[in-house]
């Protein structure tokens, strides 16, 4: 069960200092086949879906519909609030009678097992989490339009690590497309897009995000700013094998489906710098850079 401990650090600190942290082997088989599993593990599914559909359209609308090609970065922060850190946890068996635990950690929430006794003595132990309060991720970008007032995205990342934790990969791609131009908007835009996004981390864990997303802003010369409204569904499969239970994986999603943000961006002769902010659980704040070619 440690390959799920490891999955969990890789997934969610590519770019943090944790790999040398740990969950112990206890906490494995106590959240990955019981009842409390949705709740410890789906604020991880929210944290890192919600980051992997941010900025994942920088909405670079141009009125005067020229080709353009951009190639950057996004970089992303979730902000984890108190209430992704810890959940109503309950005992099972043994354990003699089911007893409801207040404050149980989350993934995210602090490093410290709590232990709740029964009456013939015995303990049933909930374990920590990592005790964080934010998550950082970066991911390429690459995007070309406009065709037909339609912008195309695209992201791909291929790291091999080797030993235990083998590769993580992730790709994905997305299609934006501006119906402002059907009732003749000039001063605004208002867009419709969807993106699909997926991660794979060695033999471990599968994530599927999909999003489907409303913009509308406006285009003043080299700036653009804009508002959108989302919707996703977060899907993630981790897979597990040990001497005990044998080999199977468990498919769990988010719980935060929908998002509201600003966002906007400057074109500063062939660099293109966008930033954007999404809540509600968690927050995302997100920037981005590059190179755009017309």
Known sequence: MKRLCNLLLS????HTNLFSQHINEFAAKSY?????SDGYISPFIDVVGSSMNSS??????DSTQKFHIYVGVNVTSAFIPSSMQSFNGMTEEPFSRELTVQGVPTVFGRNAAITAVDETGDSYVFPGGFGLNRVNL??????????FNTNLSFRFLALDFG??????????????????????AKDYFVG?????????????LTGNNILAQVNAGQQRGIFNYYGF?????????????????????????????????????????????????????PVVASVGFG????
Request: charged letters at 20%; glycine letters at 16%; hydrophobic letters at 40%.
């Open 11 to 14: 997934v969610m600190l590519i």
């Open 32 to 36: 990955l086949r019981t009842g409390n």
């Open 56 to 61: 994942g359209f920088s909405y670079l609308y």
């Open 138 to 147: 970066l991911f390429p970008s690459l995007q070309i339009g406009n065709f």
């Open 163 to 184: 030993g235990d934790l083998k590769s993580i990969k992730l790709f994905g791609g997305g299609i934006q497309h501006f119906i402002s131009q059907y009732w003749g």
């Open 192 to 204: 419709v897009g969807a993106s699909f996004n997926q991660i794979k981390i060695g033999e471990y």
């Open 229 to 281: 409204a989302a919707y996703q569904k977060n899907k993630y499969e981790f897979f597990y094998a040990d001497e005990e239970n044998g080999e199977g994986s468990v498919i769990y999603e988010g719980d935060q489906p929908f998002r509201l943000g600003l966002g906007g961006g400057i074109q500063l002769w062939k660099f293109y710098l966008h930033a954007e902010a999404s809540g509600f659980k």
């Open 291 to 294: 190179l755009r070619f017309k």
